[in-house]
Nanobody, 121 residues
């Protein structure tokens, strides 16, 4: 079994900062890409940022320059630091990872349960 568990988030003020974390646990051989997605009410789930095992990252245009994704491979953990928050950043944030469990298996997609981020004064 593999689990992704998000933490952090909550209520932030416009212009403020929040950080969310995602820990992958269970039977894991290796993790390739780790990503953060978000879904606002009535909207589709969209990619926010992703990071490869070597540290290369990419971001949605809407968060470039404000959000930073990072990871700690030794801890199977990804982080999303969110600065200069805007009300439109309000959404449920989901962690996603491409994980290989054994030498005989390929990479599969895993999702966390999501964590709410609300930006409001």
């Amino acid at each position: 079994q593999v689990q992704l568990v998000e933490s952090g988030g909550g209520l932030g003020q416009p212009g403020g900062s929040l950080r969310v974390s995602c820990v992958a646990s269970g039977s894991i051989l290796t993790i390739s890409t780790m990503s953060w997605y978000r879904q606002a009410p009535g909207k589709e789930r969209d990619l926010v940022a992703s990071i490869g095992s070597g540290g290369s990252s990419n971001y949605a245009d809407s968060v470039k320059g404000r959000f930073t994704i990072s990871r700690d491979n030794a801890k199977n953990t990804a982080y999303l630091e969110m600065n200069s928050l805007k009300p439109e950043d309000t959404a449920v944030y989901y962690c996603h990872a491409r994980i290989r469990r054994t030498v005989l298996s390929g990479f599969h997609d895993y999702w966390g349960q999501g964590t709410q981020v609300t930006v409001s004064s």
